[in-house]
């Protein structure tokens, strides 16, 4: 064999240090914009306030134990968890339906469904707010119709009526894919079986197909729920001021009183009713399997 | 299928709730188009008064232009950004990938309201508020982990022999990846970027919290403006963004399908 | 290895881990310049590892790699000059056929004309002239095949690697494909490696066939010597069927099986033992010349066109025959008395328990 050349290795890049290199930008705005700011929040929460604004850098549990003593902090807390199930449980409601029609359809009727359920989340909050004003105020189209049949007109705006029927809708687009995605268990032929088998719709839909899609369900109130806690456009703009909820009093404790310590442990609050809606999801999910 | 024929009142029900679903989108073209002083539906007489009204808004106009530059600087940077941290987490191995990952796209699971505020108290000592370069980098924490993920799954979803056989062909590691491997994420690029636009230019939560009479957004604008009063005025803002957005929705479903941009 | 024809390509001690997995031990492997090699195996044998190591796609932990009398292991894949064909095609779809084909010539600094004219000679190789405007999601598996081998071939390489080209096309496009890569391959005097799990296309289309186990080498021969003289028993097995009976080797050298003495071309220590026979090797009835003889009663027939199977019950063991269909005798019928026959050099002896 004539002589082989040989070659030392050449310097190479190293898979960690281009890693590293690489990463480097999306690592510092997550660390500048996220990491930081939400320590920083929990660290603010044991600050003290000064009247006028000002903040004195200290560790005290002042804020968390005015919080949990105080009547209307405590309300507030209940009342928001409690409306954000309601609203989480007419979601599902009306979402279900579609959400099982959707999951039948087929081809370019599907698309154009799954489109039209879609397109309302790409639309600002803001905007499907105001158009819940306009239909909801006092002289709109569903207070005249009620009108219109002889019952007593109701008051729908600015109040949690208002906010209720906003909100749920807000939150179906949501809901329904989650529903989908957890529809993917539900083969058409099972259920004929069960029809097969005698089963009436009826019971078909409880005995069968509700069980199945109990994964999507759970998923989606999840979602919904943690979503509707931290709500704050519509509670605000459909609420005038009237409907009191945790996310509204963090804006107006932060922008408005200027108490940022008060603001921040409020904010814990949101992420300990989270971490419990987190904690009953994984439960639920654990019974189900 | 016999079975599968929907029944009729089920068809009723979906269509009821499909209209209750779509009524505040739909709803604001026809009142966009009033003639009244105030909101009413329907209204008594047509004109195009309140089109009118807006382009005659400074304040609005402004706040518009505000909004297109930001989400347009914020699209690009998220772009830039994110498609080379795609490609580290689909193309290279190394401890903690998944970790990191997770962590990168975590601002998705905080609620909005609670991240405005943290980054509200921290920019104040920074003195980025009510700045463009605050606004920028605050909407970037948002809109990375979409263009992460969007990337990341398209990255993941391509054939990695074609890379391979543009390197046995003599291609250097980064001829392959500019005439390789980001021509053929060219879909998922285009779909990020509509998602990061769409976020960027509707974001309002956060963006409240750090705008001011200095400088502010559409969104922010709108809200204001519905919060003091509600005339027609913002059903033709509301027209004219839906409308944007349609067009946002119609590239991405061109460049890649919708479906598959959203179903993650 | 033969003194005459040069050396190309030469794996030294190739060893290869993934992690803590050691998929290649140690591997020593030469080709020679201009000839095609098979590497044949199971899947998870290692031969697509291999395969990958010579490109550079896998790093090895440890040995050589000498590419014309040039150590090339520490080389970056993209100066290595090897075309590869694989599996998926790879074609890159944001460019149309003449774009992918004229890739690695401008890679090579090619002038535009030249490289367009070079792309448009390899595509006229494997006649797709005419679709050089078409993008590869427009033409058929079988044409993009062809695309991908253009490809491979026009950066004229030093050698052609071929991924298990064949796996994704139909029956009849295989046998098409095989008789043209190999013509391609013999016009153009290139050496090839072509990894495959497909024993026809190892034994038909190649000079040299290197069958593969658990990362290690069973056999490098040519197609005859794999297929007559297999190494292993495991060879044996893979490449082309066989009987398998237990036997024995006594003290005197004496060989056992099915009941009887049988003779065979091979020694072998005493002790337990695999004898081997290849079905289509066995006569039956005509026996007059046969080394080994043995009876047996006809258990099972099948009927497979040209040919038959019989399966044949001998002491306990089941044997089976397959013969080519005759009209100048009796047909068998189940539960016949038959002889069996077959030669020395047909008797494959290996130690017993070897899979």
Redesign the interface.
Known sequence: MSAVSASAPPRQWRDGELAILLLLPIALINAIGFILPVLNLARYSFNRSRIGGGIETVFTWENWAGLLSDRFYLELVFNSVWISLAITLTTLIASYPIALYLHRASGAWRTFLTVLVISPLLTSAVVRTYGWIAILIDDGPVVSAIKAVGLPAPSLMFNIKGVFIGLTEILMPYMILALMAGFGRLDPRVEEAARTLGATPARTFTKVILPLTLPGIALGCLLCFVLAVSSFITPKLMGGGRVFLLATEIYDQAIVTLNWPLASTLSMLVLIVFGAALWAYSVVLRRLD | ?E??K?SWP??I??FV??I??????I??FP?SFSGDQV????PTFWSTRWYSALFANNQMLKAFWTSLSLAAIVTVLSIV??V??A??MTR???AGRDL?FN??T??LL??????G??????FASFGLLATMQGLV??H??VT?PYA?RVLAVSLSTQ?K??E??????????L?VFFR?TV??L?PGIVAAAALCF?VSF?E??IT??LTGPRISTL?VE??NY??NQ?DPL??AA?AL??LL??G??MIV?RAMG??KA??K | MSSAPEEHLRLQEIGVSFGNVNVIPSLDLSVRKGEMVAFLGPSGCGKTTTLRVIAGLNKPSQGRIIVGGRDITHLPIHDRDMGMVFQSYALFPHMNVSRNVAFGLQMRKVSGRDAEARAAQALEMVQLGHLSHRKPKELSGGQQQRVALARALVIEPSILLLDEPLSNLDAKLRDEMRVQIRALQQQSGITAVFVTHDQVEALSMCDRVVVMRGGNVEQFGTPTEVYERPATAFVANFVGRTNRLKGRITSEGVLTAAGQQLRSATTLAPGAVDVLVRPHRIRLQETADAANEVQGTVSSITFIGDLVQYGVRVDDEEVVVEEATRRDRRPLAVSDKVTLGWSAEDTLVYPAGEK
């Open positions: 299928m079975i599968h929907t089920m068809r029900l979906v709730l499909f209750y679903l779509l009524a505040p989108v709803l604001v009142l909101l009413r539906f329907p950004i994110a080379p941290a490609w580290v290279l191995r190394f990191l962590l990168f975590a601002p905080l609620p909005t309201i609670v991240l505020l943290a980054i509200l108290i921290v980098f605050a970037l924490v990375l992460l054939d022999a074609c391979e056989a543009a390197r046995t062909l003599g291609a250097k590691p001829t390789i021509p053929m060219v769409l509707d309002v939560v409240l919290f969104p709108l809200y519905v919060y509600a913002v059903a509301s963004l839906i957005t349609l946002v929705i479903e919708l479906g959203f179903v």
